[in-house]
């Protein structure tokens, strides 16, 4: 409409009679001008409609609240609610294939996280997106330590207690995870190669269906986001043994870690915004600076480390050179844990 009322203006001076022909083009040339900076301002009112944020995993989870977080602090700043838009299964790829897929207009984003950027491409022979080439990260939002958690009826108190329950019943038992590929199922892995233990995995399509399966004594071990499980264990629902991180979580500093009993073992998982490869430079700018504000709020930061996560926010290149590494870090975990590509 804008650009068709400028036309029509510059025809009408044109047609009149005190407008000489010689001025015609510069007349034509102030009308696209104007019109462009029409269009320069319909890019400065972006959002002009609600956007969407992608989640690879069921509400309730880690992963969930992380984007619930985000999206709610995005909504305030951007003046657009921000959706979010759960699609769990597969360890977070059927979602992360969906955004690859999505227009690269700013209006859906995604929050993932290592499971589907980092582990699934070493676990999986033919992946339906490449995580360096079909999206562009906008900035880490944060990492946190995941906890192991046993029902509360579980004989084991510890993490040492665990170990030696299993090396007593070779197979018995079972450890959840938030599906194949997922943060959950390596560190699983990882804790089954370094104990020397025959535990058998049990996947599920998220987070919040496996730690209800624990809760309810299904399955006997669960390694997942501390955000998750805090308040169950609050509650008395389900007992935590340890934590995953080098060091000792700062919400909970009475948990140990894992490392205390199996030297070297460490795995955080971390959540960062995406967007599909092609969206504009200027909207991954605005989105990057919004996320590293975001994650320097005071009161974003209190929310966040109550739940576990460590908030971060960094640069688009920053997170491009993490991702590089996380990818081969995993390689190797998956490789030492002998897990089979499927």
């Known amino acids: 409409m804008g650009r068709l009322w400028i036309r029509q203006w510059v025809h009408l001076l044109a047609c009149l009679p005190f407008v000489r022909r010689p001025m015609a083009p510069a007349l034509l040339l102030a009308g696209l001008a104007l019109s462009a900076a029409g269009y320069g301002y319909a890019a400065d009112v972006f959002p002009t409609r609600p956007l969407r944020m992608l989640v690879g995993y069921p509400a309730g989870g880690p992963n969930d609240i992380t984007a619930r977080i985000t999206a709610e602090y995005l909504s305030a700043v951007l003046g657009q609610q921000v959706i979010v838009d759960n699609r769990a299964g597969a360890g977070g790829t059927i979602s992360a294939t969906i955004l690859s897929q999505a227009a690269p207009d700013g209006y859906t984003l995604g929050l993932c996280a290592n499971g589907e950027m980092a582990i699934a491409p070493n676990l999986r022979l033919k992946m339906p997106y490449d995580p360096l080439r079909d999206f562009a990260p906008v900035s880490r939002v944060g990492a946190g330590h995941l906890a192991l958690v046993v029902p509360t009826a579980f004989p084991a108190k510890s993490a040492g207690d665990l170990v030696a329950l299993a090396k007593t019943k070779p197979g018995a038992l079972n450890f959840a995870s938030a599906g194949t590929g997922s943060t959950a199922h390596l560190a699983g892995e990882l804790f089954k190669a370094m104990a020397k233990i025959d535990i058998v995995h049990v996947p599920y399509k998220g987070a919040a269906p496996a730690l209800a399966d624990v809760i309810g004594g299904q399955v006997q071990m669960l390694i997942t986001g501390?955000?998750?499980?805090?308040?169950?264990?609050?509650?008395?629902?389900?007992?935590?043994?340890?934590?995953?991180?080098?060091?000792?979580?700062?919400?909970?500093?009475?948990?140990?870690?894992?490392?205390?009993?199996?030297?070297?073992?460490?795995?955080?998982?971390?959540?960062?915004?995406?967007?599909?490869?092609?969206?504009?430079?200027?909207?991954?700018?605005?989105?990057q600076q919004d996320i590293m504000t975001?994650?320097?709020?005071?009161?974003?930061?209190?929310?966040?480390?109550?739940?576990?996560?460590?908030?971060?926010?960094?640069?688009?290149?920053?997170?491009?050179?993490?991702?590089?590494?996380?990818?081969t870090k995993w390689r190797k975990v998956v490789e030492a844990a002998g897990v089979a590509k499927e």
């Open 226 to 287: 501390y955000s998750g499980v805090a308040p169950h264990a609050r509650a008395g629902r389900l007992r935590v043994l340890a934590v995953t991180g080098a060091q000792r979580l700062k919400a909970a500093p009475e948990l140990p870690t894992i490392s205390e009993t199996l030297p070297g073992y460490e795995v955080n998982s971390w959540y960062g915004v995406f967007a599909p490869a092609a969206t504009p430079r200027t909207l991954l700018d605005r989105f």
């Open 294 to 327: 975001m994650t320097r709020t005071p009161s974003v930061i209190t929310r966040m480390v109550a739940l576990g996560i460590e908030p971060e926010g960094n640069t688009r290149q920053e997170f491009v050179a993490q991702m590089k590494q996380e990818i």
